[in-house]
């Protein structure tokens, strides 16, 4: 099945700079790459998306890039801001079982 | 609104009791699908269902159970049997099971053991 690893386990940058979350998966046959941000006591919201046609997408400040030869994807956010302080989540498929594969989590802190 | 409607937010169940989280949702997906997310944690497969009157066992399924009577509920029963249930539980949709399929999360139900 799908193994999916995200990297770092937490992350802390100044309010402005940029932030970057990677992720690796095992399944070479996936296509779907999502990223979720999770605030305190809520459910993940889907914030950006990319399919294996594409290497990279652009959404404002939020970016994600893809590498299907080396089958990692990257989340980049620009100009933080506090409000993107969250737990932020990858995921790929898992064609056999039909589901999403969910990495660790990355806890972003943005100070300011 | 569409959406999915996790009821209720907080629940406290006693040892050896059963509880039931209820999943609603209004999108017109055929799939579904419980996750657990312990403090600091991941999200955890529980259990997930194509199609009504269908569903298939996830990671962490044991003490857990469910039905899918209609397209639009999927409860989630927490028996007696999971011995660390407390939990942060989320209940999610997609369009289809199959892969490539964006899935969106209700709100979260908090459930603690007392």
């Known amino acids: 099945g799908e193994n999916v690893e995200q990297h770092p386990s937490t992350l802390s940058v100044q309010e402005g700079d940029s932030a970057v979350i990677k992720c690796t998966y095992s399944?070479?046959?996936?296509?779907?790459f999502p990223w979720y941000k999770q605030e305190l006591g809520k459910g993940p919201q889907l914030i950006i998306d990319i399919r294996s046609n594409v290497g990279e997408k652009k959404d404002q400040r939020i970016a994600v890039t893809l590498n299907k030869t080396a089958k990692h994807f990257s989340l980049h956010i620009t100009e933080t801001q506090p409000e993107d302080s969250a737990v932020y989540f990858c995921a790929a498929p898992q064609f056999d079982g039909n589901k999403l594969v969910f990495g660790a989590g990355t806890i972003l802190r943005v100070k300011s | 609104d569409g959406g999915i409607t996790q009821s209720p937010k907080y629940l406290f169940r006693k040892e050896g009791q059963n509880v039931t989280l209820s999943c609603e949702q209004n999108?017109?997906?055929?799939?579904m699908y419980w996750y657990r997310q312990d403090p600091g944690q991941g999200l955890r497969l529980i259990y997930y269902?194509?199609?009504?009157?269908?569903?298939q066992k996830g990671d962490i399924a044991e003490g857990y159970s469910v039905s899918r009577e209609k397209k639009e509920s999927f409860p989630l029963t927490v028996t007696s049997a999971q011995k660390n249930p407390t939990a942060f539980y989320l209940c999610?949709?997609?369009?289809?099971?199959?892969?490539?399929?964006?899935?969106?999360f209700g709100e979260g139900s908090w459930l603690t053991v007392v």
């Open positions: 269902s194509q199609i009504v009157n269908d569903f």
């Open positions: 399944d070479s046959a996936s296509n779907y």
């Open positions: 999610a949709s997609s369009m289809t099971g199959l892969g490539g399929n964006t899935i969106y």
């Open positions: 999108l017109n997906h055929d799939a």
